[in-house]
């Protein structure tokens, strides 16, 4: 089973800040199948980011993903209010899914 | 509009059985893959299953084979989630999800269903 690591666990930024999420792989996951969810409290989860660097429908151009083999980052160029949140990445392989411990995301 | 719409928060006692449930609508029910995810209190997300409701073909995460049941009629758009004899540590979140193949991930979330298991 392919473990993802996110870090840092905790990022403590400003509004207008940019934040770098990072999100590590045990082994090599195929880039069209790395995305990036959003939580807010009491929320359920939304797509972000889909095949590492597609923003899903209706996400702000503020949200960025790269990366590719093991190593994957969501961007956030300028925190706005409402980004300040929970973020998870998840992996698809071999019929089988699963998701980082996540990183929250909150205000400095 | 692509909905997914769960049933409501359940109270249940240890050793009861629970079948929670989800409807599709705004979509084909039967072209996409309807997958399960529990959220346990101030914790992450885990997969736990998927099912393709065109031919119920099901797919468990080992975590939590055998440990749930997971179902779907095509006839009503409706996927479920099961337990035969609940414990206190299946109080969770429970989501359901649409599974967008072509992109591996999971493009539409229902609102979720809080079980709560307490004697």
């Known amino acids: 089973e392919i473990v993802l690591t996110q870090s840092p666990g905790t990022l403590s930024l400003s509004p207008g800040e940019r934040a770098t999420l990072s999100c590590r792989a045990s082994q090599s996951v195929s880039s069209s199948y790395l995305a990036w969810y959003q939580q807010k409290p009491g929320q359920a989860p939304r797509l972000l980011i889909y095949?590492?660097?597609s923003r899903a429908t209706g996400i702000p151009d503020r949200f960025s993903g790269s990366g590719s083999g093991t190593d994957f980052t969501l961007t956030i160029s300028r925190l706005e209010p409402e980004d300040f949140a929970v973020y998870y990445c998840q992996q698809y392989g071999s019929s089988r899914f699963t998701f980082g411990p996540g990183t929250k995301v909150d205000i400095k | 509009e692509v909905q997914l719409v769960q049933s409501g928060a359940e109270v249940k006692k240890p050793g009861e059985s629970l079948k929670i449930s989800c409807k599709g609508s705004?979509?084909?029910?039967?072209?996409?893959?309807i997958g399960w995810v529990r959220q346990m209190p101030g914790k992450g997300l885990e997969w736990m299953g998927i099912?393709?409701?065109?031919?119920?073909?099901?797919r468990y995460s080992p975590s939590f084979q055998g440990q749930v049941t997971i179902s779907a009629d095509k006839s009503i758009s409706t996927a479920y989630l099961q337990w035969s004899s609940l414990k206190a540590s299946d109080t969770a979140m429970y989501y359901c999800?649409?599974?967008?193949?072509?992109?591996?991930?999971?493009?539409?979330w229902g609102q979720g269903t809080l079980v709560t298991v307490s004697s």
């Open positions: 095949g590492a660097s």
């Open positions: 999800v649409r599974f967008a193949t072509s992109s591996g991930s999971f493009d539409y």
């Open positions: 705004g979509y084909s029910f039967t072209s996409y893959w």
């Open positions: 099912i393709y409701p065109g031919d119920s073909d099901t």
